[in-house]
Each structure stands twice: as structure tokens, then as C-alpha cells.
């Protein structure tokens, strides 16, 4: 339907994106709110300093009394960190020196940056921005005997797939300074988390992103504990779209067997396009009684108009889009009705109030003795039904 849908810079208009970041959150939800997105926002992770922690000072010292062969920075917030606790401490000159006569490898280019504040040069950085890659890259130089100083980035979990670095390194024969800069911690209130997973499970959202391989790992474990999971990841693998900032991020959802889109660079700003380019393809999009319909999380577009619709209503118009033109029984719209009702009268007075919500009630068919479709144009119709044959 060439010329159909918002104009270019309203690309989400309709469409409903749940956020999980801890960090630069606002800054991503501009992102999608100047394409017209509804964004509702739930840290599935919290990000705790370790500014007072023995272990860090352990590492520091040792790092300032030995300076590493080698040092791994892996990002950005981190590494600033590791600089800024040093600093209070009164250690920043001592440790700015054992740096500097250390190799220094980042991840990315956020390490990258947090590097060359501190006035420090890296050496190499993979082209990836993975973990992985660097690993590889210390392995094929040969890391026995050598003394490796990681700047770590955050707990890990069952569901997370990333090596762990250290462990790797140590197998390979070198000395490892662990350097726990941050952590990654549950959300301390789950409730947000768990009106976001709900959500997800009921496809009233339209996608769900993650900018951190953490972020994906408390969201399954909390799906998990409230034993929803099973439905959580039917929908990211179905009606909900999940969007990864990266692969390394990606990697937990793939290894259940949910295949989320991912931008070419891992930036928010790509991740953002990445999802205005991909929602709007993924929407169900039919023309029913003469008017052009497009079905999101919590409303439809008719003719490019936004209408809000109840949760009655939109299980029944997602139930009937699922079959476009096909006629779906009584029965099974009310099945779909929120509530868990048994009155058969409930679905006539929800097919009404769907018209009238719609302002289209020709879109809406009545077959009689049988149920309700979607009143596709004839040719539309045909092409529908030749799909459900095959």
C-alpha cells in the first residue's frame, strides 16, 4: 500500500516500546519519543559503585605495586570509576603510573574515551566491541607467564553466555588481576519489572529493548521466578519485538531461542532508527471495509489516525488480525477477552465498543451463526486465503 502510514520523523506514532536501561534511559526515550514512540520505562538493573570496597583496593594496590603486563579496560563507566575512587582515595598518580607502563587493550570505544580522559593511550581495541574478540586476541599473542590486569564490567548470571574472561586467561597460564569496578544488582522495587514482563506476556507492548547483556539476563530471571517465562519468550519471539544494542547484548535472547534485531553499530541513537525502521514493517497492516488498519500494542491506526483502545478491545481486534478476513468464532474471541469471562454476550458488546472506538464499524464484519472477521476488499481476501491453504 505505497503512501500509506505516518509521515518520515513519526515513524513510531502508535507503537509502545518498553526501555530496561539503568543508564542514559531519558537519553533513549527522547530517542524514540521524537519518532512518535509511547515509552514505558523500567530499570531491570541496578548499577552499584564499589567506591568503599576492600576487594577494589586490594586490586588497586596491587596494580600500583606490580604494574600488569597488560591492562583490559571493557568500558567506559568503569574505567572512569576505577580513576575517580583512586583519585579519592589518594592513589590516582600512583595508579596513572603503573598504568602507563602497562599495554592497555580496550573493548570499545567508551573505554576508548575513558582511556584518553585519563590521559592514557590504547593499543588495540577490537573492531567488534566484543569481549570475545579481545579474548581471542590475548590468546593468539600467548598470555602465559604474564602478569594481566581486567577492569570487569558487572556480575554474571546463568543467562548470560560471555566467557568469563578471567577464568580463560588463568586456564592459558596468566596472572590475573580482577579489578570489580561496578556490579550489576536486581532492581530493588520489582514492581516496574513485573507490570514491563506482564506487559510483554500480554503483547500490549510493541517491542522491548536492552542496551546491556545484564539487563536481559534479570529480566528472564524474574520471569522465571514469577513463572512467566515460558510466555515472555513466546512473545519476543512472536508478536513483541526485542532489540539489542549489540550482539553481546543479544547473546542471552539467542541462546533461548529468541531472535532480536540489532542495529550494525552498537549506539543507542542506531539502536533507536533500528527500531523506527523495523516496527512500522512488523506491524499487522490490512485494509478492512474501505479504511487502512494497523494494529499495534494498545491501539490501531485508522488511516493514519491513532485510536486507543481498551484491553477488551484490542485482544479481540489482535485475535481477529491474527486471521484477517477469515471468520473467527464466538468462542475463541471470548477466549481472548481479558478476565476470564463465560458470558457470551460479553463478545457483542465488545465487538460493539471496538466499532465505535475504531470509528470504522464496516471494518468489523458480523458473520452470521459464526463470529466476526476482519472485512477485508475482496482481492486482499483472496490472497489471505490462498496463505492459510498452503
Not at 604494574?67 to 575512587?85: E, H, K, N, Q, Y
Not at 546491556?212 to 524474574?222: C, D, H
Not at 500494542?297 to 477469515?326: H, I, Q, T
Not at 474471541?333 to 466499532?355: F, K, N
Given at each position: ?72 579496560a571493557t568500558t567506559g563507566i568503569g574505567f572512569r570509576g576505577w580513576m575517580g575512587v583512586a583519585d579519592g582515595w589518594g592513589r590516582a598518580d600512583q595508579l596513572f ?156 535472547l539467542e541462546a533461548v531461542g529468541v531472535r532480536p534485531t540489532t542495529p550494525g553499530r552498537a549506539r543507542l541513537g542506531s539502536l533507536a532508527r533500528q527500531i523506527a ?114
Amino acid at each position: 500500500m505505497s503512501g500509506w502510514g505516518p509521515p518520515s520523523g513519526d515513524e513510531l506514532r502508535g507503537f509502545t516500546v518498553g526501555i530496561t536501561a539503568a543508564r542514559r534511559a531519558e537519553e533513549f526515550a527522547t530517542l524514540l519519543t521524537r519518532r512518535g514512540a509511547d515509552v514505558v520505562h523500567a530499570p531491570a538493573i541496578r548499577i552499584i559503585p564499589l567506591a568503599d570496597d576492600t576487594e577494589l583496593a586490594r586490586a588497586t594496590e596491587e596494580v600500583i605495586a606490580d604494574p600488569p603486563d597488560v591492562t583490559v579496560a571493557t568500558t567506559g563507566i568503569g574505567f572512569r570509576g576505577w580513576m575517580g575512587v583512586a583519585d579519592g582515595w589518594g592513589r590516582a598518580d600512583q595508579l596513572f603510573t603503573a598504568l602507563r607502563a602497562s599495554r592497555i587493550l580496550v573493548r570499545g570505544p567508551k573505554a576508548k574515551g575513558a582511556v584518553r580522559a585519563a590521559d592514557l593511550r590504547e593499543e588495540w581495541s577490537p573492531d567488534s566491541e566484543s569481549s570475545a574478540e579481545l579474548l581471542d586476541h590475548l590468546l593468539a599473542e600467548g598470555v602465559e607467564g604474564r602478569r594481566i590486569a581486567v577492569q570487569l564490567h558487572g556480575t554474571s548470571t546463568q543467562w548470560e553466555t560471555v566467557p568469563d574472561f578471567c577464568a580463560v586467561l588463568r586456564a592459558a597460564g596468566a596472572e590475573v588481576i580482577a579489578v570489580p569496578v561496578y556490579r550489576w544488582m536486581p532492581p530493588e522495587d520489582y514492581n516496574a519489572v513485573d507490570r514491563l514482563i506482564e506487559s510483554v506476556a500480554s503483547g500490549a507492548l510493541d517491542a522491548l529493548s536492552f542496551t546491556s547483556a545484564p539487563a536481559v539476563a534479570s529480566i528472564l530471571e524474574r520471569a522465571e521466578e514469577t513463572g512467566v517465562l515460558e510466555s515472555l519468550l513466546q512473545a519476543l519471539d512472536g508478536t513483541v519485538m526485542a532489540a539489542c544494542v549489540g550482539p553481546v547484548t543479544a547473546a542471552p535472547l539467542e541462546a533461548v531461542g529468541v531472535r532480536p534485531t540489532t542495529p550494525g553499530r552498537a549506539r543507542l541513537g542506531s539502536l533507536a532508527r533500528q527500531i523506527a525502521d523495523e516496527l512500522p514493517r512488523r506491524a499487522a497492516q490490512v485494509r478492512a471495509g474501505g479504511h487502512d488498519l494497523s494494529v499495534r500494542g494498545n491501539c490501531v491506526v485508522v488511516d493514519g489516525e491513532v485510536k486507543p483502545l481498551s484491553p477488551a478491545a484490542m485482544a479481540l481486534v489482535r485475535r481477529l488480525a491474527e486471521r484477517p478476513g477469515l471468520v473467527v468464532s464466538r468462542t475463541d474471541l471470548l477466549a481472548a477477552l481479558p478476565g476470564g469471562s463465560e458470558d457470551p454476550h460479553a463478545v457483542e458488546t465488545a465487538i460493539a465498543r471496538l466499532r465505535s472506538h475504531l470509528g470504522v464499524p464496516k471494518a468489523v464484519q458480523t458473520v452470521v451463526k459464526r463470529g466476526y472477521r476482519l472485512a477485508l476488499e475482496p482481492a486482499e481476501y483472496e490472497r489471505v486465503l490462498e496463505g492459510s491453504r498452503a
